[in-house]
């Protein structure tokens, strides 16, 4: 058969199985709309259509812009994993006060300066393994459409003009307030709602902005300007997903008054308009308090992937469900790290082991057969993972329970491996290989599947370890031939306290027979005292792969 055509047949069976499991796992996803969990079914079978409100582009996106990326991101992934063609937009605001103040601080131009980080944050994105959307489109390329839906609004006597300037009428739309439950009053300043004496309802808000002097500004039948904050994702989604579409999502803080905003203009614009689900992702908090730009109490993407590799990152930020408040902390981004690079070392092990051993596998197209553990363990673990994902992608549960099961057993057949004759290895080996084939189906589902060789993730795992510590390798090195030299002097005392040493900064060594070798842990003393955020798992502190085999 022509390996295209049987690639090709394998994607279906693949997607046709997905689509049994999930008629068997029904997919669940809290709405924000009914404030309830629902079965997932899209307006158009096999296809899903989603909407995902991105950053405005003005400066290096911090660890909340972060957490929405990898929260949407992990449900586009689980969506093609269940077999959807999925159509995703999340778009760039590259229009907007913030933006125009910034240019003006730096002496940049406004639409230039907006470029470059829309850059910036696309390569954040590609380092946390955020699959590329399937349209990222920006504001200053879509005027028309905007002008279009605002004509559109203004027709149907939703909106009005005044000075160039056009708003919208929200006691025109009596369900203004459906999605948040808020009450006009609280459409107030401060939430990108200027106080203006000629708006008929202090409520109503911008569609359109006539220009100011030194601002980027397009023509219109209002008269030169540019597009007020909402309007650009009513208009993009409509464009790009028609008026219909099935999943709308976002940050918690954009439900009131974005997205009640965009209802309103959407459905003003045209009465059909109609999305079947509002998902929204929890803050990020630091010592409690909304992490953003405004209050200055944020990290940047960049900041603590310089410090912490960037799937350890994606890691800690998919170690609590997407709707729970995630508190920064260091002890949970150590933890986060310490699991990948016990996870990714597990994996290599393995892969070391099938591929010394390959010439002992059999290549004759039959079903494999392996250990009544290994096939127990397969089949607990594909059953855990689709009923947590199916239960609003509730990732926090994944990473511990079976998934760790299937960890240890694969250290715990490596250790088979190395008592056994020949003979008695195709069992093992078949187990092996089976085993491994799941765990990373699944680490590929929740973004975590690495790019690049298991060996390469663990450098630069250890690296990251050492920049944390202050080190470079050769001072571990240097302390290890040290702390031999006086474990020959039977001064244990002190070679214990030289071992404590380095675990203090995250650098754990450990005796191997006759040889000394190191790896990054947790550091000691950030091992107490950190209470999580509620709905977020302490990542279970895992055997080292060698102390599994010990």
């Not at 390569?123 to 399937?134: A, G, K, R, V, Y």
């Not at 933890?335 to 990948?340: M, P």
């Amino acid at each position: 058969m022509d390996p295209s055509k049987q690639e090709t047949n394998q994607k279906k069976a693949s997607k046709t199985m997905a689509k049994k499991e999930t008629q068997e796992f029904q997919f669940v996803v809290y709405n924000t709309m009914t404030q309830q969990k629902e079965v997932f079914k899209p307006k158009t079978p096999g296809k899903v259509r989603m909407y995902v409100c991105g950053v405005t582009a003005y400066d290096f996106s911090h660890l909340g812009h972060a957490r929405a990326a990898v929260s949407f991101d992990v449900l586009y992934r689980y969506l093609k994993h269940l077999g959807y063609e999925v159509t995703y937009v999340r778009n760039f605001t590259d229009v907007d006060d913030k933006i125009i103040r910034r240019a003006n601080e730096t002496g940049a131009d406004p639409i230039s300066l907006s470029d470059r980080y829309c850059k910036e944050y696309n390569i954040d994105m590609s380092d946390l393994q955020c699959l590329s959307p399937t349209h990222e489109p920006c504001v200053s390329d879509h005027m028309e459409q905007i002008k279009d839906m605002i004509t559109q609004i203004i027709n149907k006597d939703f909106g009005y003009v005044v000075d160039g300037d056009v708003f919208f009428a929200v006691d025109k739309f009596p369900n203004y307030g459906k999605l948040s439950g808020q009450k006009l009053e609280n459409n107030r300043a401060g939430e990108r709602v200027a106080v203006d004496s000629r708006k008929r309802n202090p409520s109503d808000f911008a569609l359109w902005k006539a220009a100011k002097p030194g601002e980027p500004s397009w023509d219109s039948p209002w008269g030169p300007g540019r597009p007020g904050w909402h309007i650009e994702c009513s208009a993009m989604s409509a464009h790009y997903l028609s008026f219909k579409f099935d999943i709308h999502g976002g940050g918690l803080d954009l439900i009131f008054p974005h997205h009640e905003n965009e209802i309103a203009q959407s459905c003003a614009a045209c009465e059909e308009s109609d999305v079947s689900y509002w998902m929204h992702n929890g803050h990020v908090t630091n010592n409690n308090e909304k992490m953003s730009k405004s209050l200055g109490n944020f990290f940047t993407i960049r900041q603590i992937t310089e410090r912490y590799h960037p799937l350890a990152l994606r890691y800690f930020l998919i170690n609590a469900h997407y709707r729970s408040p995630l508190n920064y902390s260091v002890v949970q981004l150590e933890g986060a790290s310490d699991a990948v690079f016990y996870i990714y070392q597990t994996l290599k092990d393995c892969q070391d082991a099938l591929l010394q051993l390959q010439e002992e596998m059999p290549n004759d197209g039959k079903p494999a057969r392996i250990s009544p553990d290994a096939k127990e363990c397969i089949s607990k673990l594909r059953n855990e993972f689709q009923v947590k994902m199916s239960d609003d992608l509730s990732t926090s549960l994944i990473l511990t329970g079976a998934f760790l099961e299937a960890l240890k057993l694969v250290n715990n057949l490596l250790t088979m491996l190395k008592k056994q004759q020949k003979q008695q290895r195709l069992l093992v080996i078949q187990s092996l290989k089976e085993v491994e084939k799941e765990v990373t189906k699944i680490l590929d589902v929740l973004g975590l599947q690495l790019p690049c060789s298991y060996n390469e993730a663990l450098l630069q795992l250890k690296e990251k370890a050492l920049t944390r510590a202050g080190l470079v390798e050769d001072d571990v090195i240097r302390l290890i031939n040290e702390r031999a030299e006086v474990r020959r002097n039977k001064d244990f005392l002190k070679s214990d306290q030289m071992r404590a040493h380095l675990q203090a900064k995250g650098i754990a060594l450990m005796d191997v027979g006759t040889e000394t070798i190191w790896r990054p842990c947790v550091p000691v003393q950030q091992e107490s005292g950190i209470v999580p955020s509620e709905g977020q798992k302490v990542p279970p502190k895992p055997e080292t792969a060698e102390e599994c085999r010990s």
